[in-house]
């Protein structure tokens, strides 16, 4: 099932189950200031606890250091 996990302050925090998906609107990404920010970002689990263990894997896994890296 697919889930759009919600971050605050890069952390997953929510999961909402989805009833269908764009290819096109996967993740959601934006900058405040100089710190890149994960807003929502859409995963396979098999329930929202499982979601939102996923997204925290993806986020450290993949996206940490670019979420981290400051901009010049």
Known sequence: MEYKV????NRPVSAMLLN???SEKLIDLTRRGN???MNW?????DDEK????MAD????????K???KIFA
């Not at 919600?6 to 302050?9: G, M, S, Y």
């Not at 499982?50 to 263990?53: E, N, V």
């Open 50 to 53: 499982d979601a939102i263990h």
């Open 6 to 9: 919600t971050f605050e302050d």
């Open 41 to 45: 970002l859409v995963v396979v689990g």
């Open 66 to 68: 670019y979420l981290n």
């Open 35 to 37: 710190k890149r920010l």
């Open 20 to 22: 269908s998906i764009s």
């Open 57 to 64: 894997s993806i986020v450290k896994e993949y996206w940490l």
